[in-house]
């Protein structure tokens, strides 16, 4: 049995072949390399991964014991229900078993007692994981179809339900519908919601037991009957908007909501012949992981892509940290054969190239600019790819541009410099009269006291006259009787007793140049 559930996933065109790697290491004019392609994992039997919840509480059969019989022997009714008794028992993971050839496990419902009171159940399978359908949906029931049922699913967990298929044995009066097929949808209506009644006519419990979700029959629409061309397939999956969604569930819901009748009214007189009994349910899909992975494990209780391309989650829908130079993209089936992989860009690559170098470990795509830069770059570096220096640091030469002391503070003087930014060797730019790589030294002939100043006296060009001595290039400081800037005034006014000590003999040249330029000098002119 199992040998033929694996050749029968073997044929199934969606379930080998194309996608199935997602690298390979080639060699190029440039040497070896990887090569990337889009990639998906292979089609499973998800029956054995999904989480089984039965509604309402008590609709499963003998709990307490009951008595059933068959539409086939309606009055030998001495079949029983017995929850306590593991012969008699029937339990919903016996929908999910592997059956030896032959004999029928089922999970089976109560009976119709509460007639005219609808035999209402759900079946809830859940994988909290995406799944993507590659072959039909096929419930089987023992004991007659039911003769109204509903398909749901959801695609976030259970959180929202929408409708699958509807089925009646007369869909206009179950659900206002009229009734339709699957095989005559068309390409543009290959995703509708139908309801059908193929599958829900009486035709003799024993004969037909298996209610259909169509998949294949779908897929045939673009695949040609016996789905050949499965690249047409697989480039409408691409194209048609919400055409792959359609295949994709999270959960599946089937609503039962009234019983096989067995071709005749419901007869009052005899409720035991009406239940529900699903002996299988069987879902053959491959986990979504957006063509980024072709493994899928279970793993803590769920499933879950092994996803490549750098890309991260349950199904791969995300880039990894430090692979998000740019947005997230799902693989693509196109071009055929091998698709476009999509990957997340590596920093650095050819695609993103998103280099930080080191100082940041996130990337921001700037839409208007159409770039992708690095955001908040640390290490006093700034720059698209944090590649250049903040204003007032300058590069280290010798460092590499990933070290992450690259960036060297200016550390400019802060009287002496014009800004606190500057050149790539370090060197501040000074205000007029300082000097030196960070402007805290002054030109000669200038002197420091808060700034660089111009020297007011000195030993060669700016001598005090007169005895005076110059104080720290800032002042003469000048003997009795003498002031001025360089002491070369005689304080010879009226209160004054020693103007004629004075001599002119003592004037030095810039004395005389100051007088040549026609100052005052009143002691040199009284003398
Ligand atoms: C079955 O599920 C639907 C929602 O999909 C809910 O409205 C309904 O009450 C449920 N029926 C039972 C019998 O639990
Ligand atoms: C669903 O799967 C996610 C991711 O694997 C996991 O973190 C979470 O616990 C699962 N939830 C349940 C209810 O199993
Ligand atoms: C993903 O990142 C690794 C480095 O961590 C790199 O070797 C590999 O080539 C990347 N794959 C893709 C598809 O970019
Ligand atoms: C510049 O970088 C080199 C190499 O990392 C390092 O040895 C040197 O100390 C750095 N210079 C300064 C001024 O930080
Ligand atoms: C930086 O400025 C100093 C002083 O002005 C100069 O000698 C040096 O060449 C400049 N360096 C660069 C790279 O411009
Ligand atoms: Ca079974």
Redesign the pocket.
């Known amino acids: 049995m199992l040998h033929l559930v694996a050749i029968l996933l073997h044929c199934l065109p969606l379930a080998m072949g194309h996608y199935d790697i997602c690298k390979s290491w080639v060699t190029t004019d440039n040497g070896p390399s990887w090569e990337f392609y889009a990639c998906q994992p292979r089609a499973m039997r998800m029956k054995d991964y999904a989480i089984v919840r039965v509604d309402p509480a008590g609709i499963t059969c003998g709990d307490p014991p009951e008595r059933f019989c068959t539409h086939e022997n309606p009055y030998l009714c001495s079949d029983e229900c017995d929850a306590s008794n593991p012969d008699l028992a029937h339990p919903p993971k016996l929908m999910f078993d592997t059956e030896d050839e032959g004999l029928a496990t089922y999970w089976q419902s109560v009976t119709w007692s509460r007639y005219p009171e609808p035999l209402l159940a759900n079946i809830t399978l859940s994988w909290?994981?995406s799944i993507e359908l590659t072959d039909d949906i096929v419930i089987t029931f023992e004991y007659g179809r039911p003769t109204i049922m509903m398909l749901e699913k959801s695609l976030d967990?259970g959180r929202t339900w929408h409708p699958y298929q509807y089925y009646a044995d007369d869909c206009m009066e179950a659900f206002g519908m009229p009734a339709r097929r699957v095989r005559d949808l068309s390409t543009t209506s290959a995703n509708r919601v139908l309801c059908t009644e193929e599958y829900s006519r009486w035709v003799g419990s024993k004969k037909e037991k298996n209610v259909r979700f169509e998949v294949r029959d779908r897929f045939a629409i673009f695949a040609g009957p016996d789905l050949k061309n499965v690249d047409n397939l697989y480039t409408r999956l691409e194209s048609a908007k919400g055409l792959k969604d359609f295949f994709t569930v999270t959960d599946l819901r089937m609503r039962l909501l009234r019983p096989a009748l067995g071709g005749t009214y419901v007869q009052r007189e005899n409720l035991y012949k009406y239940f529900y009994a699903v002996s299988n349910i069987e879902v053959i899909g491959r986990c979504k992981c957006n063509l980024h992975a072709n493994l899928c494990t279970f793993?803590?209780?769920?499933l879950?892509c092994e996803c490549e391309h750098n890309t991260t989650g349950?199904d791969c829908g995300k880039c990894k940290k430090n692979f998000r130079s740019r947005s997230w993209r799902a693989g693509s089936y196109l071009p055929l054969p091998n698709g476009s992989p999509n990957a997340c860009a590596a920093a650095g690559s050819a695609f993103g190239n998103c280099e930080c170098y080191g100082h940041s470990n996130r990337c921001s795509y700037i839409d208007f600019l159409n770039v992708v830069t690095c955001v908040s770059c640390k290490h006093n570096t700034r720059g698209q790819h944090c590649q250049h220096c903040r204003l007032g640091f300058y590069r280290n030469g010798s460092a590499e541009l990933d070290d992450e002391n690259v960036c060297i503070e200016c550390n400019c003087n802060q009287i002496g410099s014009v800004h606190d930014r500057c050149n790539e060797t370090g060197y501040c730019e000074c205000k007029e009269g300082a000097m030196g790589p960070k402007c805290d030294d002054c030109l000669p002939n200038y002197y420091w006291r808060q700034g660089c100043f111009p020297n007011i006296c000195d030993e060669e060009l700016l001598i005090c006259q007169n005895g005076g001595t110059c104080h720290q290039n800032q002042r003469c400081i000048c003997p009795a009787g003498y002031k001025g800037v360089l002491c070369e005034q005689s304080k010879c006014d009226s209160e004054s007793q020693d103007c004629d000590s004075a001599s002119s003999t003592y004037l030095s040249l810039p004395a005389l140049l100051l007088s040549a330029l026609g100052l005052q000098l009143r002691c040199s002119l009284d003398s």
């Not at 793993?299 to 769920?302: D, I, L, N, T």
């Open positions: 909290n994981k967990n793993k803590e209780g769920s879950q349950q």
